[in-house]
């Protein structure tokens, strides 16, 4: 749970100071649609977890959710975000 | 200046008041959700309803929230947000009482799913304010600022929830006077701070972003991705599945459950300067990297857990 806690943290901050940079002062609808990511996802996954935990195991569950997390991890190495435009 | 990144005075720009005072906004409003949230599942109970229409409360809402979303990002960007952020915090005070009120299912259904729809057009006022005053070099540590706030709040909602649980509208009417109390703290210090401190106000059009526009920066699309694993692992996987494992496969009690979300809750809270830091001083992508690999991590722990329990 304290793991947990930390990457909550990391991700939130600096996937927030990213959408600023991009912003660069402005605003408008990508805005809205990084809140639906969060949104979508409220719904989604407790919905899909608990399908897969009835389905097969609470295992299955939170292999799904890591591969989620190891995804993102990996579209950020890859998406370069260090990069100013 | 068009990015903060890795520059030597990264550290030391320093986070704008504004957005202190979103911070404690965000308090009142984590607070009073942490203090309301339980008291609503009850109330969909009270009408003695199929448990699958009672969640059907919690899906307007949430669907409420994503189809108002992007109107009010416009309306944020073209108005002034600190009244656009304001206002509907009224309204959500308002709607949740009706909620609590509502004399039939249907009712019930309405004010929610009118209160989800005003709580998003808050969210993201406040985080249009919070992204046109935080200067480059200091986003990092003002978005953990932000953040912190609401998850502080939301941290301490539940522990004062519990004192005044029982009584049936109470927790509504302490969530509404809170909603009211952070709005009128937005509407009074904000309108000023932000006139501080944005001297170069453009035009509204030049100031609005085309979500094509944003979606052709391969930064955006990092970004949401990252806040949708997050809030899968964070707020689905954590608030939902985790209880039911905890209770059927290592059969402990809620307290356990309860220690532990607050366990969670509180190292985000203490570890959100650190981000904050981190993303300002070091990189964007290196806290990205490590908080999806820790979120994996924290996951796939609880799956050996259930091998070795069972």
Redesign the interface.
């Known amino acids: 749970?304290?793991?947990?806690?930390?990457?909550?943290?990391?991700?939130?901050?600096?996937?927030?100071?990213?959408?600023?940079?991009?912003?660069?002062?402005?605003?408008?609808?990508?805005?809205?649609?990084?809140?639906?990511?969060?949104?979508?996802?409220?719904?989604?996954?407790?919905l899909a977890?608990?399908a897969m935990?009835e389905a097969s195991?609470?295992?299955a569950?939170?292999?799904l959710?890591?591969?989620?997390?190891?995804?993102?991890?990996?579209?950020?190495?890859a998406?370069?975000?260090?990069?100013?435009? | 200046m068009?990015?903060?990144?890795?520059t030597a005075a990264g550290d030391r720009t320093p986070v704008p008041v504004a957005v202190v005072v979103l911070a404690g906004v965000n308090v009142c409003i984590g607070l009073g959700y942490g203090i309301a949230a339980p008291v609503i599942p009850l109330l969909a109970a009270a009408f003695d309803v199929s448990d699958l229409a009672a969640s059907g409360v919690v899906?307007a809402y949430?669907l409420a929230?994503?189809v108002a979303?992007?109107p009010?990002?416009?309306l944020?960007?073209r108005a002034s947000?600190a009244p656009v952020m304001a206002v509907p915090m009224a309204v959500t005070a308002v709607t949740s009482l009706l909620a609590g009120m509502a004399g039939s299912f249907t009712g019930l259904l309405m004010w929610r799913a009118l209160g989800g729809a005003a709580t998003?057009v808050t969210?993201?006022a406040g985080?249009?304010l919070?992204?046109?005053v935080?200067p480059?070099g200091a986003?990092?540590r003002?978005?953990?600022v932000?953040?912190g706030g609401f998850l502080a709040g939301g941290l301490a909602g539940p522990l004062v929830g519990g004192v005044i649980a029982g009584v049936s509208l109470a927790p509504l009417l302490v969530y509404g006077g809170l909603l009211l109390l952070g709005g009128v703290l937005a509407a009074v210090l904000l309108g000023r701070a932000r006139r501080a401190s944005t001297p170069e106000d453009g035009d509204a059009a030049?100031?609005?972003?085309?979500?094509r526009?944003?979606w052709a920066?391969?930064?955006?699309?990092?970004?949401?991705?990252?806040?949708?694993?997050?809030?899968?692992?964070?707020?689905?996987?954590?608030?939902?599945?985790i209880p039911?494992?905890v209770a059927?496969?290592l059969g402990l009690g809620p307290v356990w459950t309860g220690l532990?979300?607050l366990?969670?809750?509180?190292?985000?809270?203490l570890?959100?300067p650190?981000?904050?830091r981190?993303?300002?001083s070091w990189?964007?992508?290196?806290?990205?990297?490590?908080?999806?690999?820790?979120?994996?991590?924290?996951?796939?722990?609880?799956?050996v857990d259930?091998?070795t329990a069972?």
């Open positions: 749970m304290v793991l947990s806690g930390v990457a909550g943290s990391l991700g939130a901050v600096a996937g927030g100071a990213l959408l600023g940079d991009v912003l660069d002062g402005r605003s408008g609808p990508p805005i809205a649609w990084y809140q639906i990511a969060f949104d979508v996802a409220g719904v989604v996954g407790p977890s608990g935990a195991t609470y295992s569950a939170f292999v959710a890591a591969a989620v997390s190891v995804l993102s991890a990996a579209v950020a190495v998406g370069r975000p260090r990069r100013a435009r | 068009s990015s903060g990144e890795r899906s949430a929230r994503i979303a992007p009010a990002s416009r944020a960007a947000p998003v969210s993201v985080q249009t919070l992204y046109r935080a480059a986003r990092g003002a978005t953990a932000f953040h030049s100031m609005s972003m085309s979500l526009e944003a920066d391969r930064r955006f699309r990092v970004a949401v991705l990252t806040q949708f694993a997050n809030a899968w692992v964070g707020n689905g996987l954590r608030f939902t599945v039911l494992f059927a496969v532990g979300l366990l969670a809750g509180t190292t985000q809270v570890v959100a650190v981000s904050g981190l993303t300002d990189s964007r992508r290196g806290p990205l990297v490590l908080g999806g690999l820790a979120a994996g991590a924290s996951a796939l722990l609880l799956a259930e091998t069972g």
